[in-house]
């Protein structure tokens, strides 16, 4: 008889969620509803790779998985991206990225993990600045239902985590605040842009 642990239970829920998700995001790039920032997906596909990594060698367990399949969704999304629509680049946009790829041999070299962590959410939280940009000027290209489902991923890929420690919560417990905020910048987007004679 199959035997499953809490956690095991847990991770299965994430992975019928991220189905969906993912099938519901690649759908609205392909239909060009969503419109990406493909710097953004460049960076978000290193950085979610290097902390699956990190958060799997710190005993994430299934909770880590999680950050595995997002980082394959998320490279997934870039040739997407490609082909089907790229929205506004800035030369802000430009600077980040090159602040954020300088960032990661450095992020790699750092041997204190604590350090590195840190380093990794303050290069990911300047990824989230022209997704916020562009989502505030045009918050119709990106899926609120896909961003909400994304979000409840995160916070079951937490309960999922085998070992509770700063190294396997910090990232994911950024992830979900940083959508909150996105889903709050599109909510009040969409409502002002409705309200406006």
């Not at 929205?87 to 430009?94: A, G, H, P, V």
């Not at 119709?140 to 937490?158: D, G, R």
């Not at 396997?168 to 950024?174: D, K, S």
């Amino acid at each position: 008889m199959l035997s499953l642990t809490i956690k095991e239970i847990l991770w299965i829920i994430t992975l019928l969620i991220v189905i969906p998700q993912v099938y519901l995001y690649f759908r609205s790039i392909i239909a060009w509803e969503t419109k990406l920032h493909i710097y953004t997906k460049i960076i978000w596909f290193i950085l979610t790779w290097i902390w699956f990594i990190i958060q799997f060698q710190a005993w994430g367990g299934p909770g880590a998985w999680v950050l595995g399949a997002t980082a394959l969704t998320q490279l997934v999304s870039i040739f997407l991206g490609l082909k089907y629509g790229i929205s506004s680049i800035t030369r802000f946009d430009t600077t980040l990225l090159v602040l954020a790829l300088f960032c990661i041999p450095v992020y790699l070299g750092i041997d204190d993990k604590i350090y590195a962590l840190v380093l990794v959410i303050c290069i990911d939280f300047l990824w989230y600045i022209p997704t916020y940009r562009k989502t505030y000027e045009n918050p119709y290209t990106e899926n609120l239902l896909v961003w909400y489902i994304s979000n409840s991923k995160y916070f079951i890929a937490m309960l999922a985590l085998v070992e509770y420690s700063f190294y396997t919560i910090a990232y994911p417990a950024f992830l979900f605040l940083a959508n909150m905020v996105l889903i709050f910048i599109m909510v009040f987007r969409r409502k002002q842009i409705k309200s406006s004679p």
